[in-house]
Every structure is written in C-alpha cells, then in structure tokens.
C-alpha cells in the first residue's frame, strides 16, 4: 500500500475508475495513474500499457511536491489496492 498518498488521493483514484473508467473502457488489471500540478491542484492522469488512451482528472486537493509521480491500481484476481510500480510482482 501507499503511504506516501493521502486517503483522500486514494479514494478519488477509486472514484475515478468507478465512476469514469468502469464500463467505459476495457481495462487490465494494472492501471497507471500520474500525478501532476495545475494551476497548484492535482491533476490524475490515467493510461495503461499497451493503449493510446490517457484522460486527466482535475481534483478539487492541493498538490503537493511529496506525491509520487505513480501509483498504479493492481488487481490480481482477488483483491484491488493502489501500490507504486515498483510494487508489482
């Protein structure tokens, strides 16, 4: 898990393959998720390997420098969680 990302950041990247994602798009069980600062808020960018599709999600939270450039959202089967790339096994 990801301590380095709020609990707050956590559940917006799970609102955002909820509610934008899911059922739009196909998707895998490793989904990439950048953040970056605009105009001083966070910006969520989704991409997955092996597609052309990225979409950014504006978020209403400050950015902060600390935040790792990536997380990813895994789901190996049995259970989902947010952990860094260099997580994956």
Known sequence: MVSAVPGT???E???II??????????ENVLNFAFSNRS??????????????????????AYASQLPKTVVAYDDGQSQTIILPSEIQ
Do not use: C
């Open 13 to 15: 990247i799970w609102h």
């Open 9 to 11: 950041i956590i559940d």
């Open 18 to 27: 909820d509610d934008y994602l899911q059922g739009v798009l196909p998707l």
């Open 40 to 61: 001083g808020k966070l910006t969520i960018t989704f991409s997955e390997d092996g597609t052309d599709v990225t979409m950014g999600f504006d978020t209403p939270y």
